[in-house]
């Protein structure tokens, strides 16, 4: 059931907006070096972190979809019938929602990253970088949609959640694209190691409370 | 034969309000229980402490495979119904479409069926999965006197070979049906 849960995210997320959290990203992309100004310097010093805000701000954009109609419908019900632990169920959409997000970003990453005045082996960092951070930012996206999945204005909860849980991926990710002597992607891949193990059961959990 | 559901003084409070208590279950083989009682009287709650969605606040519970269908469309709206239904993995699939007249509508878009259609599709998603326990919230809903019947046929022949059904409902069921009556 898992594989076909699996398939079935992919094919709804590809049906629905895929593109929409990468256009985001672009486009806060293309409005870093309005706002900062064209000195290349500035941009280059400031780009990764530009970078990792833009893709953790895209990443709350599939939230609403992730969750809650599985849940309006009794799909997620049905799903406990056919004996899938809320754990799998948890699993299977984080890995089918990274599908649909994780390479799509890493490749709006190429021009976002020249776009922030990254380039040569700075470009090279911020993909190791994004590559590392999508599966961490695909499995807090589902997490915080199953928290939130039910709620009014879930919407804005699910940002106002999400912000603060990304900060240490956010701190370690933005650090790695910047210095590729530190030891900051290594505690970048850290946490997001620590995210999507837990991702499921946070997620599972989250559905059995949200059952009534 | 091995009893199909088996459930002890059975309890449920739900919004600090006691919906029942003192609820015995039993199914064996081609057995049938008909829940009834008022609008709010936890007919619908009870189907779902069966099928394990809810935990009893009393009692216990024990139960073969089930299967579930409620008053939720579970089926992916934009798919035809042939391919929604597949998602589901019933190994009686093949059996389930002609049961509820379904052929003609294989190819058509969840999200296009009426009411009645729809509600086909879910009790055909029940058939198909063979499971031995159907839990039937209001299965009646919506269904016209052709689905009534096909749903009367489905019953009485997953009870000849040794299926058990609940069914939560205000008007009866064709065939012999041990009652429950719930108190509002």
Do not use: C, Y
Not at chain 2, 70 to 89: I, Q, V
């Amino acid at each position: 059931m898992t594989a076909a849960l699996i398939g079935r995210e992919v094919r709804r997320g590809l049906h629905g907006a895929a593109w929409l959290p990468v256009a985001f990203f672009l486009l806060v992309a293309t409005i870093v070096p309005f706002a900062v100004g064209p000195d290349g310097r500035l941009l280059g010093r400031i780009g990764g972190g530009a970078l990792w805000i833009a893709a953790l701000t895209a990443a709350l954009l599939p939230i609403e979809r992730l969750i809650e109609p599985d849940r309006a419908n009794g799909v997620l019900d049905q799903l406990a019938l056919t004996g899938t632990a809320d754990e799998a169920i948890g699993a299977a959409k984080m890995i089918g929602h990274w599908l649909t997000f994780g390479p799509l970003l890493l490749v709006a990453a190429i021009p976002g990253s020249l776009l922030v005045g990254l380039d040569g082996p700075a470009l090279f960092r911020s993909l190791i970088s994004i590559a590392i951070g999508t599966p961490a930012l695909a499995a807090l996206s589902v997490a915080v949609a199953a928290l939130t999945a039910g709620l009014p204005r879930a919407g804005a909860l699910a940002g106002l959640l999400m912000m603060p849980l990304a900060v240490p991926l956010v701190i370690f990710g933005a650090a790695a694209t910047g210095d590729g002597e530190s030891a900051a992607l290594k505690l970048e891949a850290a946490v997001a190691l620590l995210i999507v193990a837990g991702a499921p059961f946070v997620t599972g959990a989250a559905i059995r409370a949200a059952r009534t | 034969m091995s009893s199909l559901l088996n459930g002890e003084g059975l309890a449920l409070i739900r919004g600090g309000r006691l919906l029942f208590e003192g609820v015995d279950l039993k199914l064996e083989a081609g057995g049938a229980l008909h829940v009834g009682g008022p609008n709010g009287s936890g007919k619908s709650s009870l189907i779902r402490l069966v099928a394990g969605l809810l935990h009893p606040s009393a009692g216990r519970i024990e139960r073969a495979e089930a299967a579930l269908a409620d008053n939720n469309l579970t089926l992916d709206r934009e798919l035809p119904l042939s391919r929604a239904l597949a998602f589901w993995k019933g190994p009686k699939l093949a059996e389930a479409i002609p049961a509820f007249a379904l052929e003609d509508l294989a190819h058509v878009p969840v999200r296009l069926l009426s009411t009645g259609q729809a509600k086909r599709a879910e009790l055909a998603r029940v058939l198909a999965s063979g499971a031995p326990l159907w839990l039937l919230d209001e299965p009646q809903n919506g269904l016209d006197r052709k689905g009534l019947s096909e749903l009367g046929d489905a019953i009485t022949a997953h009870r000849a070979r040794g299926g058990a059904i609940i069914a939560a409902s205000h008007t009866p069921l064709p065939g012999q049906w041990t009652m429950l009556e719930l108190e509002a």
